[in-house]
């Protein structure tokens, strides 16, 4: 998992025979780890966590260094990161996956369109962006469908499921009962390591 924040997929997950991978900032990372001391919770066996720095360090190496076999199948999970993100960095996350990807690897991902910086855009929408931005973690581009496309293509990985905000909604957010809905901006993306 890229940027895997205080995710708890580790613990949930039951198969032991998951490798699991956290790549996170240092300090975040730091942080995880004494809310999990606090909590007293075991850290499985399968679990490794990853240091990394995304802006200078070079993701294949560290992974190699904390035990990540390229020849295994792997699954990727770059979730809420993106928005923070230029087109040239996502290309190059997506370079650097690709590098240590045999065929049939996934990657899934969520994305912002392009609609999220127009002047016209739901109010929600502005007030995300505007609320991150004063967290320090400026939201950096709203992504078009063929940009995601062509970076995908460029190293080697096709779209495989593509959910738009409005199947999202259909999908996991019809009938609720707290009214929470899909953002109007965010798409889901589940990409396969093609044949050369």
């Not at 924040?5 to 900032?25: K, P, V, W, Y």
């Not at 300090?27 to 200078?56: A, G, H, M």
């Not at 190496?61 to 035990?67: H, T």
């Amino acid at each position: 998992m890229c940027g895997a924040g205080m995710d708890t997929f580790a613990f949930r997950n039951e198969n032991s025979d998951i490798q699991i991978f956290e790549l996170d900032h240092p300090d975040t990372q730091r942080y995880k780890l004494e809310r999990i001391r606090k909590l007293e919770w075991n850290i499985p066996e399968n679990v490794r966590y990853v240091p990394i720095d995304f802006s200078k360090d070079d993701m294949t190496q560290i992974l190699k260094k904390y035990g990540f076999d390229p020849s295994v199948p792997a699954f990727f999970a770059i979730l809420g990161v993106t928005y923070y993100l230029t087109l040239p960095v996502f290309a190059q996350t997506i370079e650097k996956i690709s590098r240590i990807s045999v065929v049939g690897n996934k990657v899934v991902f969520d994305f912002p369109d392009e609609s999220t910086f127009k002047e016209d855009s739901v109010e929600r929408v502005r007030r995300l962006s505007e609320i991150t931005a004063k967290l320090g973690e400026p939201m950096q581009h709203g992504f078009s469908l063929s940009e995601i496309d062509t970076s995908l293509n460029r190293h080697g990985f096709l779209i495989d499921t593509h959910e738009t905000p409005e199947t999202i909604q259909q999908h996991f957010f019809a009938g609720r009962a707290d009214r929470q809905k899909a953002f109007e901006n965010i798409h889901f993306i589940l990409a396969v390591k093609k044949e050369k």
